[in-house]
């Protein structure tokens, strides 16, 4: 099964600051690694697709790069409403996984 | 609109059966690929299974092959998980999503699935 892990574990963060996530694949998965957002009791939200590729009605500051095994998803300007956690997956091979998430809280 | 609505979950005893469905709308279901994803307690995402979308080849979790089915009516625009001889680490919230080239960018509100006795 191919590995991701996300790193940090926990990011705290300042409103109006740029930050990075960064998701690194124990293989490669070319660019099949998508990003979501997910917060407390709600489904999760997909940001980001094939490692770069932006979704509808999601905000302009949330972009990602990448390909192979090391991706980043950034934020230009956190905002308040950003604080959640953030979950990487790769859809290269089955299983399809996830990473551990990452959590943005409040610094 | 795009909406997903889980429903059956509940409660089950070690080792008994459950069966989720998925009510789909505001798309023609019949054209795509779907999946169920499971969050346990606290914890992160996990992909269980996914078919595609003639229901003609369905793919699994190595943890849950055998004991999970995943199926779908397209006449009635719903998706199915069967899940048998249930354990403890099955407890999970399931997610039923629309699976568009290994993404989900439609998700249900998910249900939960408790398996303790």
């Known amino acids: 099964d191919v590995v991701l892990t996300q790193s940090p574990a926990t990011l705290s963060v300042t409103p109006g600051e740029r930050i990075s996530l960064s998701c690194r694949a124990s293989e490669s998965v070319d660019t099949y690694l998508h990003w979501y957002q997910q917060k407390p009791n709600e489904s999760p939200r997909l940001l980001i697709k094939?490692?770069?590729q932006s979704i509808s009605g999601i905000p302009s500051r949330f972009s990602g790069s990448g390909s192979g095994t090391d991706f980043t998803l950034s934020i230009n300007g956190v905002e308040l409403e950003d604080l959640s956690i953030y979950y990487c997956?790769?859809?290269?091979?089955?299983?399809?996984?996830f990473g551990a998430g990452t959590k943005l809280e409040l610094k | 609109e795009v909406q997903l609505v889980e429903s059956g979950g509940g409660l089950v005893q070690p080792g008994r059966s459950l069966k989720l469905s998925c009510a789909a709308s505001g798309f023609t279901f019949s054209n795509y690929y779907m999946a169920w994803v499971r969050q346990a307690p606290t914890k992160g995402l996990e992909w269980v299974a996914s078919i595609t979308n003639s229901g003609g080849s369905t793919y699994y979790r190595d943890s849950v092959k055998g004991r999970f089915t995943i199926s779908r009516d397209n006449a009635k625009s719903t998706l199915y998980l069967q899940m048998d001889s249930l354990r403890s680490e099955d407890t999970a919230t399931y997610y039923c999503t629309r699976d568009y080239y290994s993404s989900y960018i439609y998700w249900g509100q998910g249900v939960m699935v408790t398996v303790s006795s």
């Open positions: 094939y490692a770069s």
């Open positions: 997956q790769q859809g290269n091979s089955l299983p399809y996984t």
